[in-house]
């Protein structure tokens, strides 16, 4: 096959190979468009990867099928590597493989380096290490998708340098990952699902995480003037120790997730390391239910910074806040505090929950019809918030899918196309 690349052309080719080959090699050598299949079995050496594709030609490296007696098998028994380190690859995607338990602090995934890297549809399970990290030097457009990571004994998702000077992960996809278990060997570990480091940015979006041992998702915001970290349309269930969702400084919009049983809060904002970022943090539409501690805790906020606390649906736990402090500072609008009014939803003792809005409700049209640039277009299934919108990440409406949430299982598949408007258009500026 070819194709024609500005006056060039370029010739793809599918290459299959097997446990016994060079694989290795195999992939380095391969040329924009190329197709690798890794056919069954266990691959048990690690590989660095620079392999380089094009834009619109990247190099594809798959098992023959997601079916589990056709993948490849990635199972590195050692602990002197990562399973697979990408070394300045671009244009890549790796698809469909199996990444069996590695040893304590040996990633599956690490991005030294790489742009326009795309992981999907694989299973990570019991992985010692990060199971896909990019906190070494710069990354940008990295997408992970469609993924599942169970039982793992380390932070999932690591993008980005903590002090944010000396690596940045930028324009990142995330999202319809399923994230259930980190357990960290070494306890000092903090064991989140997913985090995203000062000035590192971008969507996190329509994940499922379960039973972390710290926040299901943290973004530690920017010093910069970064564009904001977008987290919505996730069910976050049990963490352990933390909140379901931390928001360490802005800019970030967390909208229409759903977030049950956590330890610290459904979703905490957190002052870390006293850094003075929360500025432009909005929290909309979210639905926060049975949580420890209270439904939303805020810190570090004041009345100038542009931060928004609107229409959230809260049933805290019994003895707890809806929001800690009471009446905190910025635009604080149509919050429902589901504990003082009559029954908010229908089901929220026993898996799968039922979180939609109880027809005769408070939560019903109570967010009214607005044109504030942080109202969201639709609600956690991709429905549209046509007319008065309802309060919390569900908005109801006449269908027969199947809403219910929780249960081991991942959230339910969105019914219509993605109407949210992309970040430039969000009207979220630095103030």
Not at 258 to 268: A, D, R
Request: proline residues 6%.
């Amino acid at each position: 096959m070819s194709f024609s690349f500005k006056s060039e052309v370029v010739l793809a080719k599918t290459t299959n190979i097997g446990p016994s080959d060079a694989w290795c090699d195999t992939i380095n050598r391969a040329a924009p468009g190329d197709e690798i299949v890794l056919g069954p079995g266990s691959y048990t050496t690690p590989c660095w990867i620079t392999a380089r594709g094009l834009a619109g030609f990247p190099i594809l490296v798959r098992s023959q099928s997601k079916e589990p007696s056709q993948q490849a098998v990635f199972a590195y028994p050692g602990s002197t590597a990562n399973v697979l380190e990408l070394r300045n690859a671009a244009h890549l995607v790796l698809r469909a493989f199996y990444f069996a338990p590695t040893q304590e602090g040996v990633d599956a995934v690490r991005i030294w380096k790489g742009n326009d890297i795309v992981i999907e549809n694989n299973l990570f399970q019991g992985i010692g290490g990060i199971s896909v990290s990019a906190n070494t030097y710069d990354g940008a457009r990295i997408t992970i998708r469609d993924n599942t990571f169970r039982n793992l004994k380390a932070t999932g998702l690591y993008f980005g340098c903590h002090n944010g000077v000396d690596c940045h992960a930028t324009d990142l996809v995330i999202e319809r990952n399923l994230i259930d278990g980190v357990t960290p060997i070494n306890q000092r570990e903090i064991g989140y699902g997913l985090e995203i480091k000062l000035n590192s940015y971008g969507s996190v979006k329509d994940n499922t995480i379960y039973r972390t041992k710290g926040p299901g998702i943290m973004t530690y915001g920017s010093n910069r003037g970064d564009p904001a970290s977008v987290v919505e349309g996730n069910y976050i269930e049990g963490s352990l120790t933390e909140g379901g969702i931390v928001v360490g400084g802005g800019l970030a919009i967390i909208r229409n997730n759903v977030l049950v049983g956590n330890h610290y809060g459904g979703i905490s904002v957190q002052n870390y390391g006293s850094r003075n970022l929360q500025q432009n943090v909005w929290i909309v539409h979210n639905t926060v239910c049975n949580n420890k501690d209270s439904g939303i805790n805020l810190q570090g906020w004041n009345a100038e910074s542009n931060n928004v606390l609107a229409f959230n649906a809260i049933l805290p736990s019994s003895g707890t806040p809806a929001l800690r402090p009471a009446a905190p500072p910025g635009v604080v609008v149509g919050n429902v505090n589901c504990s003082l009014s009559s029954p908010c939803f229908g089901n929220t003792t026993l898996p799968p929950y039922d979180l939609w809005p109880v027809s005769t409700g408070p939560l019903i049209d109570a967010a009214g019809i607005g044109t504030q640039p942080w109202r969201p277009l639709d609600d956690f299934m991709g429905t549209l918030r046509n007319g008065a919108a309802d309060v919390g990440a569900f908005e109801r409406a006449s269908l027969s899918v199947d809403h219910r949430i929780g249960g081991g299982n991942p959230r339910p598949p969105r019914i219509s196309v993605d109407h949210t408007p992309p970040l430039a258009s969000t009207g979220l500026q630095l103030q």
